[in-house]
């Protein structure tokens, strides 16, 4: 288990399946979760909007206030539409991109300050499809592209302190959770459609939100102290052929 002792670590859409699994493995490894969401309340610290920048500025505030630094952050925040380019509409675009990259961007960009105070990490939750194309996920395809992209700036950028921001970007494949549930419900079989997600993973499940927390922590920690500007896959196996 990795060591975050002392470190104060700021989690969005920490009441899905993976940025809540991060909340709990941030605190197993001892560290201190700032929980956030559209809404506050169970197991959510503070409300925040990540397309918001106002509600950026305004956490960032609190956290210089509260704590005078920020140790790691993890973009968790997302949203999926399903649609190819033909049946994506600007409206379901511009939403996807919104969270997905806007919300990022925005995080990495308000945060930076007080995560190079005394240096820290960033983990972006990009997807394999940042990696690897998919015919009916256009807008989300092209919003985890951006997310692993601008991770690997990010990352070049904060490799210029010292001690160092690092960044990184988490590619997983479908995890467990009602990100998947909804995409196989706006189908016409949702059960056949669930299925053939896993048949298209040589280690033939979907993934754990717990897997994935697993690795965030790892990156969060001083353990991955040389590991920056990567996706990390965490697909069992799909991107491997
Ligand atoms: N679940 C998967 O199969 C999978 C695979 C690869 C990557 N990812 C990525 O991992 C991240 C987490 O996915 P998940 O499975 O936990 O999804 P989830 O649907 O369980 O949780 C997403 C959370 O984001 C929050 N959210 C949505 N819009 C927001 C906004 N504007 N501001 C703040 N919060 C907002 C939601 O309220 C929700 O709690 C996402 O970025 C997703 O794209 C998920």
Sequence with gaps: MADLKEKVILVTGAAGAIGGAVVTAVKQAGGRAIATDLAAGKGIDVALD???E???LRLAADIERQHGRL???VNAAGIAAVGSIEKTDFAAWRRVLSVNLDGTFLGCKHMFALL??????????SSVLGMVGSANLAAYSA???GVSMLSKSVALHGARYQPPVRCNAVCPAFVEGPMVDDIASGTRDAQAVKHKLTLDIPLARLGQPAEVAGLCVYLLSDAAAFITGADLPIDGGL???
């Design 239 to 241: 991107t491997a052929r």
């Design 71 to 73: 140790d790691g952050l």
């Design 54 to 56: 106002a509600g950026w």
């Design 116 to 125: 190079r105070k005394k240096g820290g990490a960033i983990v972006n939750l």
């Design 50 to 52: 990540v397309t918001a």
């Design 143 to 145: 919003s985890k592209g």
